[in-house]
C-alpha cells in the first residue's frame, strides 16, 4: 500500500523557517495537501494542490514538490505555528485516502 | 458557515456495536462527497471511508472494510457510520469530515471537532 513518511519531530526557534518533508513515491504526480492539528483540536487544511492556500491562511505557509518529496514551508516561525503536521493524497492503486505519519513542530 | 458536529461515541465492549452521526448545516449537504476519519490516542489520523454525494460510491479503509458501514440522508443533512464487531485498535476520535474537489484531488476541507469511541472490557 502507498506511503507517506514525514519526520516525526522538528524543532524551530522564532523567526526561522520550518520545512517539513513528506515522502511518497512519485508524489509529484499526484495532488498535496496538507493540514494542521493543534493539540485537542480537529486538524484545519492549511495547504491543497501542492501549493494553494485557503483563505485565512497566511502568506508565511507555502508548499512545494519535487520528485518524491512535497515539501511544507513555514517562514517566520511563531508559537502559534507549534502543532502536528500532516500531508495527504489519494492512491489510486487502493483507492483509499492516505496520511502522512504527521511531524510534530515544536517552537523553541 | 459550515458545521460538522458527531455524536454517538461512547464505551464499548470487544465485539459489540456503535452507530456514530455526523449533523451537517451551513452547505448544501447533498453536494458533497463526505468522509470518517479516526486518530487513536497520540496517534496519526487514518481514513476510514469514503461516500459519494448519491451514495452510489463508497469505499472503506482495509482496516474497517466488513465490518464498518457508511450512509447518508441527504433530507436530513446527515452522516453515519455503523461499526459493528468493535476491536480494541478501533478506539480512537471519529472525525466527519467534508471533501471539496474531486473524488482523486480534493481536499478534507472542513472538519467536525469528533467523538471518541473506547472500546475496552
Known amino acids: 500500500s502507498y506511503a507517506l513518511t514525514q519526520p516525526p519531530s522538528l524543532s524551530v526557534a522564532p523567526g526561522q523557517t520550518a520545512r517539513i518533508t513528506c515522502v511518497g513515491n512519485?508524489?509529484?504526480?499526484?495532488?498535496v495537501h496538507w493540514y494542521q492539528q493543534r493539540p485537542g483540536q480537529a486538524p484545519v487544511v492549511v495547504m491543497y494542490?501542492?501549493?494553494d492556500r485557503p483563505s485565512g491562511i497566511l502568506e508565511r505557509f507555502s508548499g512545494s514538490i519535487s520528485g518524491n518529496t512535497a515539501t511544507l514551508i513555514i517562514s517566520g516561525v511563531e508559537a502559534g505555528d507549534e502543532a502536528a503536521y500532516y500531508c495527504?493524497?489519494?492512491?489510486?492503486?487502493?483507492?483509499?485516502?492516505?496520511f502522512g505519519t504527521g511531524t510534530k513542530v515544536t517552537v523553541l | 458557515e459550515v458545521q460538522l458536529l458527531e455524536s454517538g461515541g461512547g464505551l464499548v465492549k470487544p465485539g459489540g456495536s456503535l452507530r456514530l452521526s455526523c449533523a451537517a448545516s451551513?452547505?448544501?449537504?447533498?453536494?458533497?462527497?463526505m468522509n470518517w476519519v479516526r486518530q487513536a490516542p497520540g496517534k496519526g489520523l487514518e481514513w476510514v471511508s469514503s461516500?459519494?454525494?448519491?451514495?452510489?460510491?463508497?469505499s472503506y479503509a482495509n482496516s474497517v472494510r466488513g465490518r464498518f458501514t457508511t450512509s447518508r440522508h441527504n433530507t436530513w443533512n446527515s452522516l453515519y457510520l455503523q461499526m459493528d464487531s468493535l476491536r480494541v485498535e478501533d478506539t480512537a476520535v471519529y472525525y466527519c469530515?467534508?471533501?471539496?474537489?474531486?473524488?482523486?484531488?480534493?481536499?478534507?476541507?472542513?472538519w467536525g471537532p469528533g467523538t471518541l469511541v473506547t472500546v475496552s472490557s
Open positions: 469530515v467534508r471533501r471539496f474537489g474531486d473524488y482523486d484531488s480534493g481536499r478534507f476541507d472542513n
Open positions: 451551513g452547505f448544501t449537504f447533498s453536494g458533497y462527497n
Open positions: 461516500i459519494s454525494s448519491s451514495s452510489n460510491y463508497i
Open positions: 512519485n508524489i509529484g504526480s499526484r495532488s
Open positions: 494542490y501542492d501549493s
Open positions: 495527504q493524497v489519494w492512491d489510486s492503486s487502493s483507492d483509499h485516502y492516505v
